[in-house]
């Protein structure tokens, strides 16, 4: 596995190091926001819990970089939080309505 190595500001994520998943690379300096869900369901499930923190990096680069649709980083989400077991719908499905809810925009922390 990759070394995973991020400075945390407390609502965002910069990545550290270069991160491999599959055929891409996300490169040193990426910002993302753990998982994007709304945050009454922070309650639940943490944006940056241990397992599903690497899935909200992945998910978040193939959307901002365009690497692939959104139903397809949808999709690859659901796939990588399998380990949060039962929470897996959930965190998808929170995602999804967010992104819904913002008009189909991710937030760009490079900006902010």
């Excluded at 407390?10 to 996300?26: C, D, E, F, V």
Aim: net charge positive.
């Amino acid at each position: 596995m990759d070394k995973f190595i991020i400075a945390f500001d407390g609502s965002t994520a910069r990545l550290l190091w270069p991160y491999r998943w599959k055929n891409q690379t996300i490169p040193s300096g990426f910002t993302w926001d753990g998982l994007t869900i709304p945050r009454w369901l922070w309650w639940l499930v943490s944006p940056w819990e241990k397992g599903t923190v690497i899935a909200g990096l992945v998910h978040d680069w193939l959307y901002k970089t365009k690497k692939v649709n959104r139903k397809d980083a949808d999709s690859v989400l659901f796939e990588l939080c399998e380990c949060a077991g039962w929470k897996r719908r959930l965190i998808w499905s929170g995602a999804t309505v967010l992104r819904r809810t913002r008009g189909g925009r991710m937030l760009d922390f490079e900006k902010q």
